[in-house]
């Protein structure tokens, strides 16, 4: 006998089957919603290279499309691109490089790595062109120094470009803007691979609250670390209070995670900027996917090794996404039937114990039945 719960989840889930496919009246909130865009239109003043395979794109407003300014924000928050690429509508987000004061002054920064068969990375690095229009989100993610809850002294971990928010930190002390000390430990595979170069060396010659102390895993190379960051490397630079931001790859948060323990740093003091899903199931399984819109019915097929999100993409459905890794909520959407697994992000157990899902880290598990608020 099924609990009272259960019973209303039920009813609920009969609800929104029956009135989801049907073409539903805008209202006047459907319409304030739709002029408030989560998108501006900037277009691409300069592109630069950092590193091989590394780039930098300056955004300034589009002012012929009405965007007069862009929006502050606070260094190691992103910003997502939405393109249109062979005809998929998709969205990345990238940490700004840039100093927040920058923004003031009319332009982001972005530092954009290639990703081995990346969509968006090669689009980017390979036909993006200065003078080409972009949309991008307002700033977002909750990444970087918060003085009421951090320690003065900073201690940053970064690997490959997980160095871009911690870029965005240096400069926003550099300016005043942020009252902490820095320590990035950087770790690379060789000094070419090295993102913001001369910045770095800049910093080091003549900032007296940042300091960069860069590793090199294969390259030995005179001034500069060898190896994988370990405890003798990052002992010198540890104080009695300290705050620890990591940014980078997985294997790197892994190894930090057991070095910080020796230390006694707690777990409440170590902050993460997460933007990966890694998951791959035993077996790669074909499912049907059905998404209910407030105006039709959409049937496609979902793989067991792609998030729901991609199917919905590669299928030419602009579902809404912005972080995609589960954080920002902004593609939210309700499980009716079917089976998931949720990698990673953070959900409060209210929404979950309600059928809200992520669709940007969830994959199937079988056949799926989803609403999207579109």
């Known amino acids: ?118 969509l968006v990375s090669n689009y980017m690095l390979d036909e993006v062109k200065v003078g080409d229009e972009l949309r991008v989100s307002k700033p977002a993610g909750d990444f970087g120094y918060l003085k009421v809850r951090d320690e003065e002294n900073v201690i940053g971990i970064a690997g490959g470009s997980g160095i871009t928010p911690f870029i965005s930190l240096a400069k926003a002390i550099d300016d005043g803007i942020e009252d902490c000390n820095l320590t990035v430990l950087y770790s690379v595979r060789t000094y070419d691979d090295i993102i913001f170069k001369k910045e770095i060396e800049e910093f080091n010659r003549k900032s007296k609250r940042v300091k960069f102390v860069i590793t090199l895993t294969r390259e030995e190379k005179e001034g500069y670390l060898n190896g994988h960051l370990n405890k003798e490397m990052i002992e010198p630079y540890i104080k009695e209070f300290n705050t620890v931001l990591m940014c980078g790859p997985k294997a790197v948060y892994k190894a930090m995670n057991e070095i910080l323990l020796d230390f006694n740093i707690p777990r409440k003091c170590v902050h993460y900027e997460n933007f990966f899903s890694d998951y791959k199931p035993n077996e790669v399984k074909t499912y049907k996917l059905r998404i209910l819109t407030k105006g039709e019915v959409k049937a496609i097929e979902c793989k067991s090794n792609e998030t729901l999100l991609v199917s919905m993409e590669k299928a030419g459905i602009e579902a809404p996404s912005l972080c995609r890794v589960g954080e920002c909520g902004f593609c939210r959407s309700i499980l009716i039937d079917g089976k998931i697994k949720m990698v990673g992000g953070v959900q409060p157990k209210s929404l979950s114990e309600n059928d809200y899902f992520h669709p940007c880290i969830t994959y199937p598990e079988s056949d799926i039945v989803l609403k999207l608020d579109i």
């Open 1 to 118: 006998m099924e609990n009272s719960v259960e019973k209303v989840r039920n009813i609920r889930k009969d609800i929104i089957k029956d009135y989801s496919s049907k073409n539903l009246p805008k209202t006047n909130i459907d319409m304030m919603v739709n002029e408030v865009s989560e998108f501006r239109d900037v277009i691409v003043k300069e592109i630069y290279d950092e590193a091989p395979d590394v780039k930098s794109f300056v955004l300034v407003p589009n002012k012929n499309k009405g965007v007069n300014e862009l929006e502050s924000f606070k260094a190691g928050q992103y910003i997502s691109i939405k393109l249109t690429i062979n005809d998929i509508v998709t969205t990345r987000a990238y940490s700004l490089s840039s100093s927040p004061s920058e923004a003031l002054k009319g332009y982001y920064r972005i530092t954009i790595k290639r990703v081995q068969d990346g």
